[in-house]
T-cell receptor, first 114, second 113 residues
Framework: NAGVMQNPRHLVRRRGQEARLRCSPM?????VYWYRQLPEEGLKFMVY????????ESGMPKERFSAEFPKEGPSILRIQQVVRGDSAAYFC????????????FGSGTQLSVL | GENVEQHPSTLSVQEGDSAVIKCTYS??????FPWYKQELGKRPQLIID?????GEKKDQRIAVTLNKTAKHFSLHITETQPEDSAVYFC????????????FGTGTKLQVIP
């Protein structure tokens, strides 16, 4: 059973470009969470999704950020018109339907904005 | 929503000594408290967890304690080894229906050989 898969591992974008981060949950997991981690800081909740539904997006910035988890395919975190302050590690986690508090993390995507 | 505070932010111990990391939470309805270890450049990994119906749990050199009345919980690592060096995060579940997990700010543990 493959773990949570995130790609790319590293993503470099220039200011104003778009960043797309992908996350495939573990097999059988139906819940996906996105967290952002700045250097030397903790894990900040961004959004929680189930298939085709956003359950909680209270941690998402109001502008430029969006997330989806379609019926088929990976979850996508999309950042439009990136700025230098978006540079961070973005971690995806998934959890099984019966124990949705147990998070299994992917290896993260390190986004660098030039 | 839930608020989790974690102390200390950094901790240095000699190899073989014990390390203790403390967390407090705000939501009295929280009922699940995991601890994650994150090595440099790697993903956070669950190392131990405790539910609100027990006060203590042990797994080899690692133990967690929970005081529901005071709303605080702690991680204890005995006989520390250099490979224990990492950032440790405590977390607590929100009382919302979907069990959102809120993390503390992390403790950077350094074990000095």
């Amino acid at each position: 059973n493959a773990g949570v898969m995130q790609n790319p591992r590293h993503l470099v974008r220039r200011r104003g470009q778009e960043a797309r981060l992908r996350c495939s949950p573990m097999k059988g997991h139906s819940h996906v969470y996105w967290y952002r981690q700045l250097p030397e800081e903790g894990l900040k909740f961004m959004v929680y999704l189930q298939k085709e539904n956003i359950i909680d997006e209270s941690g998402m910035p109001k502008e430029r950020f969006s997330a989806e988890f379609p019926k088929e395919g990976p979850s996508i975190l999309r950042i439009q018109q990136v700025v230098r302050g978006d540079s961070a590690a973005y971690f995806c986690a998934s959890s099984p339907p019966t124990q949705n508090e147990k998070l299994f993390f992917g290896s993260g995507t390190q986004l660098s904005v030039l | 929503g839930e608020n989790v505070e974690q102390h200390p932010s950094t901790l240095s111990v000699q190899e073989g000594d014990s390390a203790v990391i403390k967390c407090t939470y705000s939501d009295s309805a929280s009922n699940y408290f995991p601890w994650y270890k994150q090595e440099l450049g790697k993903r956070p990994q669950l190392i131990i967890d405790i539910r609100s119906n027990v006060g203590e749990k042990k797994d080899q050199r690692i133990a967690v304690t929970l005081n529901k009345t005071a709303k605080h919980f702690s991680l204890h690592i005995t006989e520390t080894q250099p490979e224990d060096s990492a950032v440790y995060f405590c977390a607590a579940t929100d009382s919302g229906g979907y069990q959102k997990v809120t993390f503390g700010t992390g403790t950077k543990l350094q074990v000095i050989p």
